[in-house]
């Protein structure tokens, strides 16, 4: 499974763009919101797991604080962190912030994936903007909060192994709360979720990335594009990083990003060994068919 989940990864390393492309992007663009809004004045950020929280992140939580004095700002782990600027309000996480992806929350065995379900359970119910801790703020969101229902930027189109690479960028999502569509990817969440742990059940970083993805990032996707409302919007991601917002993208999803990387050379020199041996034996079974023919042909000569 491993070896096939690689080889999809390299056929879609050129990133062309295909039917589906173009089809997301022709709506994202057609679509603008045309009624008023109502997104919470409210910042949410996430940090869970083993993991210190970064330094980094520190700054950029102060960042989001400065440019949005009067916002509430939470913070939200499962132990007490470094870093955390005292203005936020901290929230420690407990088994009734999960609702309805509590199962899945004990299931996952992935920070970055369990900080996707508490993503969806928070603008469920409180609404909000929910940003990653990578996340640089360049300007006040209050145009878009007052603008939208619900909104997010897409991602910079790069290679994906999913259907399409024109994707929502989660880094950036605002909703109010109870928005239909957030409640749409909590239901297509639960509903995948154990086909596709089954379907790329291991602790490489290809089965780990296709898991991720395909239970947390393909649900989000396929509830946002063609689903938008009349206050809901998909920002271009040039447009919105110019203009709102940068996401730096540390990788933090890997829970070890270097065991992850020494995995996966270790599976392609593998591969690359593999190759080398079904190359020998192809060329072995040329020769020896070579020397059947010759000698069949030896045969009816004589």
Known sequence: ???????????????????????????????HSQEKGGVPKTIHMIWIGSQAFPKDGGRHLTAWIDTHPDYTVKFWTDSPRSYIDPRAETVYLTEADLPHLSQEYKLSDNDAERAALLRL????????????????????????????????????????????????????LGACAHHPLIYKVIEATKERWHEMGDAFSGDDYAST???????????L???????????DQLIPHGQFAATYGRHHNRLTWANDPDKFIKQTQAT???IKRQQKWLLSLSALLGVLTLLNGLKSWTRKRS
């Open 221 to 231: 996707d396929e509830a946002l594009f063609f689903h938008l409302g009349e206050s």
């Open 268 to 270: 392609l020199i593998k």
């Open 121 to 172: 359970e928070i603008l469920f119910k409180e609404g909000g903007l929910v940003v990653d801790h990578d996340t640089e703020c360049l300007t006040p969101f209050d145009p878009l909060n007052e603008s939208h229902n619900l909104y997010a930027p897409l991602k910079p189109r790069e290679s994906t192994f999913l259907s399409s690479n024109v994707q929502v960028a989660p880094a950036f």
């Open 209 to 219: 990335l296709y898991r991720v993805n395909y239970r947390v990032q393909d649900p």
């Open 1 to 31: 499974m491993k070896y096939l989940i690689l080889c999809l990864i390299a056929t879609n390393l050129l990133g062309a763009r295909t039917v589906e492309d173009q089809r997301r992007l022709d709506y994202a663009l057609s679509h």
